[in-house]
Nanobody
Framework: QVQLVESGGGLVQAGGSLRLSCTAS????????MGWFRQAPGEERQFVAA????????YYADSVKGRFTTSRDNAKNTLYLQMNNLKQDDTAVYYC?????????????????WGQGTQVTVSP
């Protein structure tokens, strides 16, 4: 079973940038789908971005298009989320998730493995 560990969260001012990382172990990283989700207090976990590991095709929520970029380094078994022009509404715990190659990338229930999450807080 895949293990996922996120890192890179923290406190940043609005307009700033952060890069999250998610390191995977226990499975082949070159296939499948990896996703980023976030959960703010009192809200459901929401889709942020996803990438097909073999093709590199990416998917984004409308709220982050043009500001966030997800990428992967298959040799390092690592997924990244570059977040630019951060807004207070981006404050949440961010999770990475792993799934099969053919899943619907925006569907939270399609993913089988989850990391523990990393907190991102955007201040005014």
């Amino acid at each position: 079973q895949v293990q996922l560990v996120e890192s890179g969260g923290g406190l940043v001012q609005a307009g700033g940038s952060l890069r999250l990382s998610c390191t995977a172990s226990g499975s082949t990283f070159s296939t499948g789908t990896m996703g980023w989700f976030r959960q703010a207090p009192g809200e459901e976990r929401q889709f942020v971005a996803a990438i097909r590991l073999s093709s590199g095709n990416t998917y984004y929520a409308d709220s982050v298009k043009g500001r966030f970029t997800t990428s992967r380094d298959n040799a390092k078994n690592t997924l990244y989320l570059q977040m630019n022009n951060l807004k207070q509404d981006d404050t949440a715990v961010y999770y990475c998730a792993s799934g099969r190659a053919t899943i619907t990338p925006m569907s939270r229930v399609s993913y089988g493995g989850w990391g523990q999450g990393t907190q991102v807080t955007v201040s005014p």
